[in-house]
């Protein structure tokens, strides 16, 4: 099953870590020196919940922003949603 929240889209995306040594330039050191890029993933945080979607208590897979933003309506006494 796809990390993917069914109500903005959002989904895993990749980006980089970056690994350096030496002091800041700032603190009197010569600068920092990159020694290693590595792959990452960023995941957003989805969960499964049951929301009122066209009328009817449906399980939805919604990432936690969503959730805190009351943009999905959970529980009996929700109010409907479109979508």
């Given at each position: 099953m796809s990390r993917v929240c069914m109500f903005c889209g959002r989904?895993?995306?990749?980006?980089n870590t970056i690994a350096?040594?030496?002091?800041?330039?700032a603190k009197g050191g010569?600068?920092?020196?990159?020694t290693g890029i590595s792959r990452r993933t960023f995941k957003p945080n989805v969960q499964n919940v049951r929301a009122?979607?066209?009328g009817s208590?449906?399980?939805v897979r919604?990432?936690?922003?969503c959730i805190?933003?009351?943009?999905i309506a959970k529980?009996?006494?929700a109010r409907k949603i479109t979508g």
């Open positions: 989904k895993t995306r990749v980006g350096r040594r030496g002091l800041a330039k010569i600068g920092l020196k990159t009122m979607v066209g208590m449906v399980r919604v990432c936690a922003r805190k933003s009351g943009a529980g009996r006494g």
